[in-house]
């Protein structure tokens, strides 16, 4: 498991996605976007587009938002970024948490 926050890694983290047998990457979705941390790992990925061997990919998004609506923009994304890099995809878990008040 690795960190993104550790901005200083990302090359180490684009070498463990490169040597991986499969990769999950999960992140909070904040107003239809992902953090620019993630974002900035995703274009640190582009030197292994198309590269042959590259692992799968799964998905896990949460979001606070009580409808998926807000999920469905940056599910697209993931899917053309799995098919950019030719990594086969494992799919995506969007967790929607949504909160009730009395």
Known sequence: MHH?????ST???????AEAECAWLGF??????MPG??????DALEP??????????GFLVQSGFPE???SRYVERYLEKLA???GSPTWGRLS????RVCA
């Open 48 to 57: 292994l587009a198309g590269r042959k061997n590259n692992p799968p990919l």
């Open 28 to 33: 909070p979705l904040y107003t239809d976007a």
């Open 95 to 98: 967790k929607v948490t949504a």
């Open 83 to 85: 098919a950019r890099l």
């Open 68 to 70: 998926g609506l807000h």
């Open 4 to 8: 993104l926050i550790r901005v200083k």
């Open 37 to 42: 941390i993630v974002k900035h790992f995703i």
């Open 11 to 17: 090359d180490e983290f684009v070498q463990a996605f």
